[in-house]
């Protein structure tokens, strides 16, 4: 109940396209659900996240979109670049449990071709 | 500029040996956080602190030791009781309870090192 399952763990798409990566959550309690991006050697860094209140959330090219009966989300690239080729992860919290614990899907790997 | 260092970059265990990481952060976070990384599985929980000389275990953390002396500071031991250490280690910190919302602000990541078997 505690896991966050990410698909696909790899995903190739051309420049300008719109790579779609999904997330499912068993746990209700999940209250927040940020996606982070990580380059190679690299940490990851928070993209853009999502409270279970809202359907949908863009920033700039990147849209978080929300479906709380199905317990899942999704990540989708807009106009997707080269320089966004890098490792995707989402992650979901409990922000009640005061915590900051994240749980993290297993990651995607995005290549996007010029 | 504020952020998290993470060294040695690289570093590599003798079967037996103890080895720390080191994780230090000038963001004026109380929380901090060890994940480690392994292809496919996604950043897994090995112990987190949200004040100083206080930590929690996560969800792997056998084989692996903390100490919280300084607000600063989150050093991570991998001790030779970790049988499978070869991965990458990636120290996270954010806000924590006495310091407004926690959950809803972003963890920041250092760099991370690189741990393999010699």
């Known amino acids: 109940q505690q896991q966050v399952k990410q698909s696909p763990q790899s995903l190739i798409v051309q420049k300008g396209g719109i790579p779609i990566i999904n997330c499912a959550y068993e746990?209700?309690?999940?209250?927040?659900f940020p996606w982070y991006q990580q380059f190679p050697g690299k940490g990851p860094a928070l993209l853009i996240a999502?409270?279970?209140?809202?359907s949908e959330k863009k920033e700039g090219r990147f849209t978080i979109s929300f479906n709380k009966s199905a317990k899942q989300f999704s990540l989708h690239i807009m106009d997707s670049q080269p320089g966004d080729s890098a490792t995707y992860f989402c992650?979901?919290?409990?922000?009640?449990?005061?915590?900051?614990?994240?749980?993290f899907g297993q990651g995607t790997t995005l290549q996007v071709k010029p | 500029d504020g952020g998290i260092t993470q060294s040695p970059k690289y570093l590599f265990r003798k079967e037996g040996q103890n080895v720390t990481l080191s994780c230090e952060q000038n963001?004026?976070?109380?929380?901090m956080y060890w994940y480690r990384q392994d292809p496919g599985q996604g950043l897994r929980l090995i112990y987190y602190?949200?004040?100083?000389?206080?930590?929690q275990k996560g969800d792997i953390a056998e084989g692996y030791s903390v100490s919280r002396e300084k607000k600063e500071s989150f050093p991570l031991t991998v001790t030779s009781a970790q049988k499978n250490p070869t991965a990458f280690y990636l120290c996270?910190?954010?806000?924590?309870?006495?310091?407004?919302?926690?959950?809803?602000?972003?963890?920041?990541f250092g760099d991370g090192t690189r741990l393999s078997i010699l």
């Open positions: 996270a910190s954010t806000y924590g309870p006495g310091q407004g919302a926690i959950g809803n602000q972003p963890q920041h």
């Open positions: 746990n209700t309690a999940f209250d927040y």
């Open positions: 999502i409270r279970p209140d809202v």
């Open positions: 992650a979901a919290s409990f922000l009640s449990s005061n915590t900051g614990k994240l749980i």
């Open positions: 963001l004026n976070h109380d929380a």
């Open positions: 602190s949200q004040i100083v000389n206080d930590f």
